[in-house]
């Protein structure tokens, strides 16, 4: 591999330029730190320019939703505490109406994105995807 000269490479990024595979490997190697303050000074310049250079006044948000469509999971990752077995008292599967009902609510809101996210339902079939 060649290494590139990190002076060079700052300057490049810096200056909004494409970077190349070999750039791109050489910045996996770099210190998490330095990483992410040339990262952070790339996104302050970028956003500086935004917005008629008014980026740094202007924040924005998307509304969203994520709709958990089921609890049941068969997988039984350690980290997970949200998942049940199909004996468990309070495991659920959302219908379709009652996740229509939540995309009417997004909706109203002014959504604009979902996140469907669950557990690994043994018995929902492939199509109820």
């Not at 000074?41 to 089921?70: C, M, Q």
Request: proline residues 2%.
């Amino acid at each position: 591999m060649v290494s590139v000269n990190r002076d060079a490479l700052t300057e490049r990024i810096l200056a909004g330029e494409r970077i190349l595979a070999d750039d791109a490997f050489e910045l996996y190697h770099w210190p998490l730190e330095e990483l992410g303050a040339l990262a952070n000074a790339r996104r302050d310049l970028a956003k500086a320019k935004s917005y008629g250079g008014r980026g740094r006044e202007i924040v924005t948000y998307i509304v969203d939703r994520n709709i958990n469509y089921t609890n049941v999971c068969n997988v039984y990752c350690k980290f997970c505490a949200f998942y049940r077995t199909e004996r468990d008292e309070d495991h659920y599967v959302l219908s379709f109406e009652q996740i229509d009902q939540k995309l009417d609510e997004l909706s109203a809101a002014g959504g604009v994105q979902i996140l469907m996210q669950g557990g690994h339902h043994p018995k929902l079939p492939f199509q109820w995807y």
